[in-house]
């Protein structure tokens, strides 16, 4: 029998059991059968595979196919007990012991017992990706923080994550921002950009451009310049991108982003490999000229009044534009980065986009098996109110505003909650309280769905809030730093005898014991919200637990063993809501 590294989850200790107990009941090639192991409220968990294992055979009474797996099932040493109900389900009770046995080996253990992937891959994260010169906004805030969660998940499996910050720093707009920074004079652009109004410098040059068609002839010639090359033109281009890199910096530093300056490969990154991206499809014979602008027509993609639609590679005034920049992007990251797995974090409106470049890179041989691309969508950042979120005069929110707003309330609560603390500590524990408001408001809704930026309920210290889990796991450690100090006991290291004797302490355990296949399913569907459905549930049994066993006041090896279980809480606490991207302090 082949050894899982990480048989702490019940799940995957027995399904190498189930694939010897199908093999023995119905031969060799139903060995391979998913026993469809879940969780499940009315045993431990269940096997649900009764049902289509009697299609397969043809046998009517999928209840009789569940007694004869179950009867050649070798798993003494970890269930209690299988019990088939309804029409063929296994319900499965773990033995307590079993459970103790395999928690108490991993006290300690900085991955839970969580060994790597097996099968580690290159992975390139597209992610954040605002504009030079432009603000960001909410938008650019859920792309920041759930392809900083899924950066930070994949590497700890092991696989080699590129992070890609692909901002906007090209095209027809930085004619008119260069006009607008000579106008300014650079010392006061940079000034400008570099305090972090970018808003206001974006605005300025558009009603230029608007309003004046002097301003507008000289910005098409500056887009002209830049894209030639011209060398005074660069150096200007170059200081709208360097301020502005700076202060996308700063934003990321605030939100304990781990995204760098040396992550950036912006549109202008690609502009060498443009025309031979143009080339290689015209040589293929993939791309047309219509209307003087090379397009290819991907099947499948059609307009409402069923036109195939084209994706512009180059317009007809020669210029490159998105697209082409998306195309040699992809070449790029599956032949110079090697690539096999590729995420595109970006809202739900550029869905369209990314599928047809991934089916013209497709049909181009950039994107071939293994390779796959998949553009991680999500929605819109409402108001309380339903709406789209905007500022009270109607505008778009600066994302640095909302930040800031989120720490000086999380900075009001920690001051009330924390009077015991220092003052500089206190500050540091509300840029955490505030950064987890924000993340875990973000990341515990469906992706795909829109979501309500509701500050109020996000510092909450109670509810389904990331400010609930920092609260629970500081409790944790407070109670260890009190036993230690008040009796001299340190919290237990592996190979401690754990005792799981009351209810809520085995729903813990097997809460913890689900970490494994948990963050499995979170870097498979991509979905951050199942680990932050997974921490919930386990503060709350967390909470069970320490209402229902006394710790403090219990004795000898039953104070030991609940003091593992507070101690392997906080551990799984502190290094789930860490691949969240959240800190969590030890005192608050
Ligand atoms: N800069 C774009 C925006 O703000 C997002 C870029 C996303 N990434 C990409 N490879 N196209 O909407």
Redesign the pocket.
Known sequence: MTVDPTPIDPTRALAPRFAAALEAAFGAEYRDTDPLLQWSDRADLQANCSLGLAKRIGEKNPRAVAERLVAKLDASDIVERFEIAGPGFINITIKSEWLAAQLSERLGDARMGVAPTAAPETVVI?YS???VAKEMHV??LR?TVIGDCLARLLEWQGHAVHR?N???DWGTPFGMLIEHLLDLGETRAIEELGVGELNSFYRAARVKFEESDAFKDRARKRVVALQAGDQETLRLWKILVDESTAYFDAVYKKLDVTLKPSHIAG?SFYNPWLQSVVDELEEKKLSELSDGAVCVFPPGFVSKEKKPLPLIVRKSDDGFG?PA??LA?VRYRTQTLKATRML?V??AP?AQ??AMVFAVAKMAGWLAAPARAEHVGFGSVLGTDKQIYRTRSGETVRLVDLIDAAYDRSLEIVRENSTHIPEDEQREIAKAVGNAAIKYADLSSDRVKDYVFDLDRMVKPVGDTGVYLLYAHARSRSILRKVEKEHGLKAPEAGARLLIEHASEKRLVLQISKLASVLDEVTTVLAPHKLCGYLFDLSVRFNDFWNQCPVLQSEGDTRLSRLALVRATADTLKLGLSLLGISAPDRM
Do not use: C, I, K, L
């Open positions: 597209d990706s605002p504009n938008g650019h792309s890609q692909h901002v906007g549109e998105y920049t998306d992007a595109y970006v809202g550029q986009h990314f």
